[in-house]
């Protein structure tokens, strides 16, 4: 089914019968809904931004591409199914407003939400840490445990129905829209519909759908924000279904490195093929959720017992159930050959559509890209009576045979072509984060040779293990032929010069840090003991054994040279006092007594120096009082008058002596104070004849 091409119209009746998404803007719906802009386009449906001139809100606004909208048992059912989404009144789910139908145009007023889809997230941060891919799911979930404990099935869960504000709260679209279009298709052509990526196996093989429908189509979404790949890939929607049926989904960690194994046991039990093994609906699926949260925020690289609890139980690949859709429809024909190469289901990088293929055969060709030429060949189903209005005469035996003929060249050439293009190539098995060994083995136990062409640094990827692979993971590869992989030498990192610059002039650092692709950085200014003034203390807060990336700047210590004390006077105060006070500031001390008949005992007579500015460790010299010196006096009896005023002079003491007329030169006989009796220097000792 197809809607027309965009911006055409035709008038029917006065009225304009819109056969394009384009033309629908600017219209109003139903005398009420002004439509805008067109914000998005899927397989079933486009959506635009609108007005509710009644409300003067902003809404949006799905229409049904054509052959949807215009079919009477696919409006009943849109209809009832529209009304049971409206009824999930949650803050996770996009609300439905209101459904109606104008003319050809059948619509569902929802909810409109500024900001992106899970699609535009992921393009960005995929792959994500579990943590932040599990913080995402963790709100999918409750929206659908809302949804299951309604008994709403969504059906159709994928990143494009995840919208995410811009304050980072998630909502849900498109509750039931999938069931109505399934319910119409399936009741006139036997069509199955889904996004082929997230498809569970129950609804390929036509075996009914419930809950673990949508645990599935959440697991596989979780798959691909941990790896940032599809869990499947294929060529064409019917190989990818395929693989949903006959394949299990890959641990997570086989892919990216890190993961811990409880989050690939928790891939695996959301994606298990047997829904029996399946968490039975949302609500279980987060409570498990919520369990492997815990886990991570513990820091547990291992949980035996969690994984235990989460793994599904063994299964037996003999007993999945089959295919719908014949073996034989996987394999190229003339018809399907253009269409298979247009689908893209190996990496998050783009959007998927919904699509759909009869259970019974091959899908048909893709719905074309809106715009483009419309392939040849491609005509509307004709119905019986047409058929046979359209039959063509009969031919001869003759024409019947070359007819033959020429049909069997072109499946030979059809046939030829296949095997040229895809037949004769293998997949290039996926190497990336793999050692380099353990790559190598892979390589040649599936029949490659493995080289080595190149080893880059990386700043995501650990030293010995493979960047990337040519050809890349998946694609066409000959038997036998040769991998060329280029490995990790791990970050790129450099170092600053032996002994953290210490001593360097800074032109000198300048140019030991140029040479290692770094720059100098701030220069902080430091007073030194031991570096002279000018040069460099050390590197702040790095040190030569540091790993640095290139351009890194380097911030260095500059020395003032030595730091200035101020030299404090303590001349007159106990020596203790100027002992410690000197010290403390730094200095040494150097101390010798001398007598002092002015400064008491033990304190300081003189300090050198006495003032002024010093350095750390400079010697100050302090002379500390011993108080007044004594001397004993000297006998000087018996002496002369003149001598023993000459010996006790000698001696340091003043002289009295005593005279009367006529004594002359005496001889003393008396001295005081007595000889012997200590006494201070200049003190006067007295003298007489008597």
């Not at 030979?412 to 095997?419: D, E, I, K, R």
Request: some cysteine; glycine content about 8%.
């Amino acid at each position: 089914m197809r809607s027309g091409p965009p911006g055409s119209a035709v008038r029917r009746g006065g009225q304009v019968a819109i056969t394009g998404d384009d033309a629908l803007v600017g219209t109003i719906l139903n005398e009420r809904y002004l439509m805008g802009e067109r914000i998005a386009r899927g397989g079933m449906a486009s959506v635009f931004k609108a007005t509710d001139q009644r409300l003067d809100r902003e809404v949006a606004i799905k229409v049904m591409h054509r052959g949807l909208g215009d079919d009477q048992q696919f409006t009943q059912r849109f209809v009832r199914e529209a009304k049971s989404a409206a009824k999930l009144n949650h803050r996770n789910v996009v609300s439905v407003f209101d459904q109606g139908t104008d003319g050809e145009v059948t619509y569902l007023v929802m909810e409109y939400v500024p900001g992106n889809t899970l699609r535009d997230l992921m393009r960005d941060e995929a792959p994500m840490p579990p943590y932040r891919a599990l913080e995402l799911l963790e709100q999918v979930l409750i929206a659908l445990s809302a949804a299951h404990a309604a008994r709403i099935i969504h059906r159709d869960v994928k990143p494009e129905n995840v919208l995410i504000t811009p304050d980072g709260e998630v909502k849900v679209a498109d509750f039931g829209l999938a069931r109505a279009v399934s319910a119409a298709t399936t009741a006139t052509g036997g069509t199955l519909i889904g996004t082929v990526s997230y498809l569970a196996p129950e609804i390929v093989t036509n075996d009914g759908v419930d809950a673990r429908s949508d645990v599935y189509a959440c697991g596989a979404m979780l798959y691909e924000m941990l790896t940032g790949f599809k869990p499947h890939a294929g060529e064409s929607p019917i190989q990818v279904a395929y693989k949903h049926v006959h394949e299990d989904i890959g641990r997570p960690s086989a892919v990216q490195r890190g993961i811990p194994p409880y989050v690939d046991a928790l891939v695996a039990r959301a994606t298990v093929r047997d829904r029996d093994q399946r968490s039975t609906d949302a609500r279980v699926l987060l409570q498990q959720v919520r369990s492997v949260q815990r886990a991570l925020a513990a820091g547990l690289d291992d949980d035996p017992e969690l994984v235990r609890d989460l793994l599904p139980g063994a299964r037996v690949d003999a007993d999945a159930p089959t295919l719908a859709v014949p073996r034989e429809a996987l394999a190229p024909t003339v018809a399907a050959t253009a269409s298979a190469s247009a689908v893209t289901t190996a990496t998050a990088a783009g959007p998927e559509a919904t699509v759909q293929w009869s259970a019974g055969g091959p899908p048909p060709p893709p719905m074309p890209i809106e715009g483009a030429a419309k392939p040849a060949g491609l005509h509307p189903p004709m119905s019986r009576e047409q058929y046979g209005q359209a039959a063509p005469p009969r031919h001869s035996r003759r024409g019947r045979n070359l007819l033959i003929a020429a049909v069997v060249v072109a499946l030979l050439a059809g046939l030829l072509t296949w095997y040229v293009t895809d037949l004769r190539y293998d997949e290039t098995p996926f190497l990336v984060n793999n050692a380099e060994t353990v790559a190598q083995q892979n390589a040649e136990k599936a029949g490659f040779t493995f080289k080595v062409t190149d080893r880059k640094f990386s700043e995501t990827v650990l030293a010995g293990t493979i960047i990337s692979t040519s050809p890349e993971p998946g694609d066409k590869i000959l038997p036998g032929g040769t991998i060329d992989a280029v490995v990790s030498k791990g970050p790129d990192r450099v170092f600053i010069p032996e002994g953290n610059l210490k001593g360097m002039t800074i032109e000198a650092a300048t140019a030991a840090l140029d040479a290692q692709d770094l720059k100098l950085g701030e220069q902080k200014k430091s007073y030194s003991e031991s570096i002279a003034e000018g040069l460099i203390i050390k590197a702040d807060t790095i040190t030569s054994a540091d790993p640095l990336k290139r351009g890194d700047s380097v911030d260095v210590r500059v020395s003032l040279g030595r730091r200035p004390i101020d030299i404090a006077s303590y001349v007159g105060q106990p020596l203790a006092d100027a002992r410690k006070g000197l010290e403390s500031a730094g200095f040494k001390v150097d101390a010798s007594e001398a007598f002092s008949d002015t400064v008491a005992p033990g304190a300081v007579i003189s300090q050198a120096p006495e003032g002024g500015q010093g350095f750390k460790n400079d010697t100050i010299t302090l002379s500390v009082s011993k108080g007044p010196e004594f001397t004993p006096i000297p006998s000087v009896i018996g002496m002369k008058k003149s001598d023993g005023r000459s010996a006790l002079e000698a001696a340091g003491f003043d002289v009295r002596a005593f005279s009367f007329p006529g004594a002359g030169n005496y001889i003393i006989q008396r001295q005081s104070p007595d000889a012997g009796t200590p006494a201070k220097r200049n003190a006067t000792v007295t003298i007489s004849p008597l």
